[in-house]
């Protein structure tokens, strides 16, 4: 296994923000799989959905899992939502569940300064009902596949990332 770190949660945890802050404390690089995905496919996620179809994008989503796995050492690699689902997703690195609730992470969405663009952005958050038990699924496969959980509600992203310092290095 690499010494890489995955971040996974649900979409809107707070993986980005999470993972910038930790790449200034361990000075390391950042990939994001969303970015990765949306630079090969010349697509915004929302347009890959739309055009594609889901179905597509997580076909798009295994195979960045397998070259992160191949290629990648020293990286903080924020994952999308659904990238827990990848089949190799341990041998990327250890992979840290950033975990809240569903209000949690709306409300968080909603408090910051984007918040519409970030909705925008997230086209399975258009439905909350669905999203809702899209997220009660996901939840116990987080947990599962996770090394190490951190409870992130109602906490900065400089606390966050000092308890996964912490976390990672007992």
Known sequence: MSNNIVLIGFMGVGKGTVARELCKKLKRLMLDTDDLIES???????EIFE???EEYFRKQESLVAKNLAANVQNCVIAGGGGFVNVK???????????????DGIIKR???S????KKFAKRPL???RDKAKELFKTRKKIYEKKADIIVDVEGKS??????EIVNKIKK
């Open 40 to 46: 090969s496919e010349n697509l915004k996620i929302r």
């Open 51 to 53: 055009t594609k179809g």
């Open 88 to 102: 190799n997703l341990n041998k990327i690195g250890t992979v840290i569940y950033l975990k809240s609730s569903f």
């Open 109 to 111: 969405i909603e408090n």
């Open 113 to 116: 300064q984007n918040a519409q």
């Open 125 to 127: 958050l258009k439905d």
């Open 157 to 162: 992203a400089k606390n966050i990332v000092k």
